[in-house]
Structure formats: structure tokens, C-alpha cells
């Protein structure tokens, strides 16, 4: 069988967005490849009109409930689609909730994963590719065989000659630091690679079979960070290809914090140490958690202004979090209530 690529991008509430990043993809030439666009099940008029772009600018649009996803689809529309060019097909899943960026991303990987495929990339719906970005990091993918996981060089996209990252460092005690960040473009190496330890899934291609998919314990992020780790345990290697270049609509500017980052605050704190609690040893963790604590004080105070009292809300809801040990759905929102 051919070395085919799926293209996973998903949407919630995000049409302008996607739809600009499903323009930049129309240059991507050289590889085989298909789209799947993942509607996790955004407001019905946002659907409305992702399906009324996809109908009318693919030659083939297949439309898809979660269901009909996760089992495979249907074997004659799939042989159509063969049969289509890869820039003329797209296909259209439709959640039936909003299930979270992995567990939305999954039930992709599922219907991959039933079609006997194993090569998918994970790509933000905020961003654009460089011409055949993704051909030449497909293409090393298929060349290097000695690596597991890949992601390029991704730029800001304003101002488009700022680096966001190419991939990460994941310290001893858990944190991740990113490789080029806020550096000129001119400091990066513009051909060759770097092995990584972190890779963002903000453009992530991997192989399926050897990786796994995405784990659906965390509601809100964690995901990559979780997935690099797993893979670092496994000597699964990573690797940034620095020719292959997208841009990410992110911004370096941070606001003051606001009650709802304080929530989101508190959640992520506490699954990053629920994750590291899964990959080190209980001594080695408990330090993390005493860095961590240190840490997020200092980040929130001089980074975003947050107040001692707000500093001390976080801390308290982390340790009921971990407790818990439940990061699901509701938990997240509960916690974005309270925080307030």
C-alpha cells in the first residue's frame, strides 16, 4: 500500500480561521494526502457555513457523523475518494459535542486507523503553511525512518519573521522550554534538523502504529506534553525539520489575567503535574510539585499581575485537583467558575 498522509484539523467556532488555513493547504503538491476536517460539533451556523465552504470548493466533500467516522466511513464512498486528487477531496466530520482537543482529534485518528492507515498530522486551524511545507516534512517522515514524530519550523505569523517554536527541551523536572522562541528567523538554521524533546500539536505528523493516539484524560491541553513524554519513554525519537515552515496565529503580547485565565490557570497546573505523576518517580515528583508551586507564583504575579490572594487560589484548587484526579470536561469548567 502507498504511503498515504491525513490531514487533521479541527474546528470549534472557528470558520475564518479554518477556512484560511484550508486555502494555504490548496498549494501543498507532491504527496498523497487527505484532508479531515473535525467540526467539534461548533454552533450550527458556524457548521452551516464550514460545510457550505468544504461543498464548494472540493471537487468531493464526504460528510460524517462521529459514528460513521469512527467506524471507517462507507467502503464505496471511500473508494471514490481514492479516486480524487488530494487537493479536490476533503472530508467533513461532525462531533456530536465538544469532546476536547484530543478526544475530538481521536475519533480522527479512528477512522485512520480503520482505513489500515497509520501517517496522520495534527494542524491547528489558526494557522497557514509555507508552499509544500508539508510535502518535505511528509516526505522526511518517510525517509527517516529512525525518528517517530515530527514538526516544523513554526513561525508567528505576526510579525511572520518571529519563531514560536522548533519544538521543545523538557527539563528534569517537567517543565518545556521552546527552541528558538521569539528569535528572528535569521538565528534558525534554515536546512537540516533538530532532534526534540517536546513537539507541540499545533503541527504534529506521526506514526500512528508506533505512537499511539492522543490521551483523552485531560479536557483542556496537556495532550502534546503527555504524548512527548510517552514517547521519550518508549526512545521514540522527535525531531524539528527546519525547511519545512508554517506560521501560527498567536500573539507574544500577554494580557493581565482575568478570572477565566485564573481558572485556566489552576487546570494546568494541575494536569501537568498529574502527567508528570504518570512519568516519574514519587521522589522525583514531589520535587517537581515543590518547583511547580514555586514556579506558578512567580509566573502569575510577575508575568500576567495577578494578586497573592489569586496566587494562593491557584495553589489550593491545584491540590483539590490532584486529589480529585479528575480533569475531564465538567471539572475544567467547574473550575473556570471557581476561580472567579
Same mark, same amino acid.
Given at each position: 500500500m502507498m504511503e498515504k498522509l491525513y490531514i487533521i484539523i479541527l474546528n470549534w467556532?472557528?470558520? &475564518?480561521?479554518?477556512?484560511? =488555513?484550508?486555502?494555504?493547504?490548496?498549494?501543498?503538491?507532491?504527496?498523497? %494526502?487527505?484532508?479531515?476536517?473535525?467540526?467539534?460539533h461548533s454552533e450550527q451556523n458556524e457548521y452551516?457555513?464550514?460545510?457550505?465552504?468544504?461543498?464548494?470548493?472540493?471537487?468531493?466533500?464526504?460528510?460524517?457523523?462521529e459514528q460513521q467516522a469512527r467506524n471507517g466511513g462507507e467502503v464505496d464512498t471511500e473508494r471514490k475518494l481514492l479516486s480524487i486528487d488530494s487537493q479536490d477531496k476533503i472530508v467533513l466530520i461532525r462531533n456530536?459535542?465538544?469532546?476536547?482537543?484530543?478526544?475530538?482529534?481521536?475519533?480522527?485518528l479512528d477512522y485512520v486507523e480503520k482505513l489500515g492507515y497509520k501517517y496522520v498530522l495534527l494542524l491547528n486551524n489558526d494557522t497557514e503553511i509555507a508552499e509544500?511545507?508539508?510535502?518535505?516534512?511528509?516526505?522526511f517522515a518517510l525517509e527517516h525512518s529512525q525518528f517517530t514524530a515530527f514538526v516544523p519550523q513554526i513561525r508567528?505569523?505576526?510579525?511572520? &519573521?518571529?519563531?514560536?517554536? =522548533?519544538?521543545?527541551k523538557i527539563t528534569w523536572y517537567g517543565?518545556?522550554? %521552546?527552541?528558538?522562541?521569539?528569535?528572528?528567523?535569521?538565528?534558525?538554521?534554515?536546512?537540516?534538523?533538530?532532534?526534540?524533546d517536546y513537539a507541540t500539536g499545533c503541527a504534529l505528523l506521526f506514526d500512528m502504529n508506533r505512537t499511539g493516539k492522543l490521551t483523552e484524560r485531560f479536557f483542556f491541553g496537556e495532550e502534546d506534553f503527555e504524548f512527548s513524554l510517552r514517547l521519550k519513554k518508549k526512545s521514540l525519537k522527535k525531531v524539528c525539520l527546519y525547511s519545512s515552515v508554517i506560521y501560527h496565529k498567536v500573539s507574544l503580547s500577554q494580557n493581565k489575567i482575568s478570572n477565566?485565565?485564573?481558572?485556566?490557570?489552576?487546570?494546568?497546573?494541575a494536569i501537568r503535574l498529574a502527567d508528570l505523576k504518570e512519568y516519574q518517580n514519587k521522589l522525583l515528583w514531589i520535587v517537581?510539585?515543590?518547583?511547580?508551586?514555586?514556579?506558578?507564583?512567580?509566573?502569575?504575579?510577575?508575568?500576567?499581575?495577578?494578586?497573592?490572594?489569586? =496566587?494562593?487560589?491557584?495553589?489550593?484548587?491545584?491540590?483539590?485537583?490532584?486529589?480529585?484526579?479528575?480533569?475531564?470536561?465538567?471539572?475544567?469548567?467547574?473550575?473556570?467558575?471557581?476561580?472567579?
Amino acid at each position: 500500500m502507498m504511503e498515504k498522509l491525513y490531514i487533521i484539523i479541527l474546528n470549534w467556532n472557528g470558520y &475564518n480561521y479554518t477556512k484560511d =488555513c484550508l486555502i494555504s493547504l490548496k498549494n501543498e503538491v507532491g504527496i498523497d %494526502y487527505t484532508i479531515i476536517l473535525v467540526d467539534n460539533h461548533s454552533e450550527q451556523n458556524e457548521y452551516e457555513l464550514l460545510k457550505s465552504y468544504c461543498q464548494s470548493h472540493y471537487l468531493m466533500c464526504v460528510c460524517y457523523d462521529e459514528q460513521q467516522a469512527r467506524n471507517g466511513g462507507e467502503v464505496d464512498t471511500e473508494r471514490k475518494l481514492l479516486s480524487i486528487d488530494s487537493q479536490d477531496k476533503i472530508v467533513l466530520i461532525r462531533n456530536s459535542d465538544n469532546l476536547g482537543f484530543a478526544a475530538g482529534n481521536n475519533v480522527a485518528l479512528d477512522y485512520v486507523e480503520k482505513l489500515g492507515y497509520k501517517y496522520v498530522l495534527l494542524l491547528n486551524n489558526d494557522t497557514e503553511i509555507a508552499e509544500n511545507a508539508i510535502s518535505k516534512l511528509f516526505s522526511f517522515a518517510l525517509e527517516h525512518s529512525q525518528f517517530t514524530a515530527f514538526v516544523p519550523q513554526i513561525r508567528l505569523f505576526d510579525p511572520s &519573521n518571529r519563531i514560536w517554536n =522548533c519544538g521543545g527541551k523538557i527539563t528534569w523536572y517537567g517543565a518545556r522550554f %521552546y527552541y528558538y522562541s521569539n528569535e528572528h528567523i535569521q538565528n534558525v538554521p534554515q536546512t537540516g534538523y533538530k532532534e526534540i524533546d517536546y513537539a507541540t500539536g499545533c503541527a504534529l505528523l506521526f506514526d500512528m502504529n508506533r505512537t499511539g493516539k492522543l490521551t483523552e484524560r485531560f479536557f483542556f491541553g496537556e495532550e502534546d506534553f503527555e504524548f512527548s513524554l510517552r514517547l521519550k519513554k518508549k526512545s521514540l525519537k522527535k525531531v524539528c525539520l527546519y525547511s519545512s515552515v508554517i506560521y501560527h496565529k498567536v500573539s507574544l503580547s500577554q494580557n493581565k489575567i482575568s478570572n477565566n485565565n485564573i481558572g485556566k490557570a489552576c487546570y494546568h497546573y494541575a494536569i501537568r503535574l498529574a502527567d508528570l505523576k504518570e512519568y516519574q518517580n514519587k521522589l522525583l515528583w514531589i520535587v517537581s510539585v515543590c518547583i511547580y508551586s514555586v514556579f506558578s507564583v512567580f509566573t502569575l504575579k510577575c508575568n500576567y499581575g495577578a494578586s497573592l490572594m489569586q =496566587c494562593f487560589t491557584i495553589q489550593r484548587e491545584i491540590f483539590r485537583l490532584l486529589k480529585k484526579n479528575d480533569f475531564s470536561k465538567y471539572i475544567f469548567l467547574q473550575t473556570l467558575k471557581l476561580c472567579k
